[in-house]
T-cell receptor
Framework: SQQGEEDPQALSIQEGENATMNCSYK?????LQWYRQNSGRGLVHLILIRSNEREKHSGRLRVTLDTSKKSSSLLITASRAADTASYFC????????????FGKGITLSVRP | KAGVTQTPRYLIKTRGQQVTLSCSPISGHRSVSWYQQTPGQGLQFLFEYFSETQRNKGNFPGRFSGRQFSNSRSEMNVSTLELGDSALYLCASSLLAGPYNEQFFGPGTRLTVL
């Protein structure tokens, strides 16, 4: 079963706009990670945020984590056509047999 | 540093056959995890190996097995292939065991079962 559920499932924006993607999860976590996947290829790690952190930045990426709402958001500012990809959140469940559990992903299309 | 490599990149098999996929982690990484990705089920964890020992296993039938060698290279084997095994198989390596660290993914092996 999916622990992380991303929202929306698909997002289409114009180059230069910001893209916001959300991830909700069901049980307590140790950390949450965001990954990007370009069409049918391997995943690329974007950012890891620990359960005791609320916000993290990396270049044009900003991730927030709200453990009380069991949700995270990934913001990509000033999007580029090269940001077109699928984005996944992955959670590491607290107390469970530790492994990463991925959501089904968000397909982001950035129109030039 | 070279990235994670997976061989072969593409594979076509028929039902009932078996297949072995290979993964070479980034130099120095001792943990290798395997995932299956399908349009219907998404990314699902298969197993993780660390220092030649299976550390964790997902909810897959016994037809799926793996191993890790002393040089950290890993193989996964699927026996008695079924149509539903068609998927992109991804391996990921990390420096340490467990999901607490960044995982570096290979490009995947796309398996088609006819």
């Amino acid at each position: 079963s999916q622990q992380g559920e991303e929202d929306p499932q698909a997002l289409s924006i114009q180059e230069g706009e910001n893209a916001t993607m959300n991830c909700s999860y069901k049980t307590s976590i140790n950390n949450l990670q965001w990954y990007r996947q370009n069409s049918g290829r391997g995943l690329v790690h974007l950012i890891l945020i620990r359960s005791n952190e609320r916000e993290k930045h990396s270049g044009r990426l900003r991730v927030t984590l709200d453990t009380s709402k069991k949700s995270s958001s990934l913001l990509i500012t000033a999007s580029r056509a090269a940001d077109t990809a699928s984005y996944f959140c992955a959670t590491d469940l607290r107390g469970a047999n530790s492994k990463l559990t991925f959501g089904k992903g968000i397909t982001l299309s950035v129109r030039p | 540093k070279a990235g994670v490599t997976q061989t072969p990149r593409y594979l076509i098999k028929t039902r009932g056959q078996q297949v072995t996929l290979s993964c070479s982690p980034i130099s120095g990484h001792r943990s290798v995890s395997w995932y299956q990705q399908t349009p219907g089920q998404g990314l699902q964890f298969l197993f993780e190996y660390f220092s030649e020992t299976q550390r964790n296993k997902g909810n897959f039938p016994g037809r799926f097995s793996g191993r890790q060698f002393s040089n950290s290279r890993s193989e996964m084997n699927v026996s008695t292939l079924e149509l539903g095994d068609s998927a992109l198989y991804l391996c990921a390596s990390s420096l340490l065991a467990g999901p607490y660290n960044e995982q570096f993914f290979g490009p995947g092996t796309r398996l088609t079962v006819l």
